[in-house]
């Protein structure tokens, strides 16, 4: 019912899984970037709280947005996975880490950091609208995405 009604999303299988965590789920937070990481860093510089960072870098296959130190951050600041619409770089790095991380993608190429973004607001991650507040199921089969916290 849920998947009728629009207020659940499964999100096409285009995404390769990194880090330890092959499942993770939290309340979204949203970014849209275009190859430039400044402010990824700084969304994951922030206590998690066992949130997801869904980040809408539209898709790019020309630079990462997410390498091993960010990685890091995102296990050590308590944050339950971060996905990306786009790449993400130092995989061997970002595979040691205890968190769960989505993206299209490795590529060696680092992101501009020049700022440019825009924090909460409705974005897209291969196709599908994505809210700050929904909530994202990540495990083996794909990655859900709900309006309500499913039991």
Known sequence: MLLEDGRLAVLPPVLRHFGKRI???GRVVTLKVFEDNALVRAMLETPGDGQVLVVDGGGSLRRALVGG???LLAQDNGWAGVV???CVRDTVEIDSCDIGIRALAAHPQRSARKG???RNVRVQIAGVPVNPGDWL???ADGIL???????
């Open 84 to 86: 990306v619409d786009g």
């Open 69 to 71: 130190q960010l990685a």
């Open 116 to 118: 440019a973004g825009e």
């Open 23 to 25: 499942r993770f789920a």
């Open 137 to 139: 199921y990540a495990d």
């Open 145 to 151: 995405v709900a309006q309500q916290r499913l039991a």
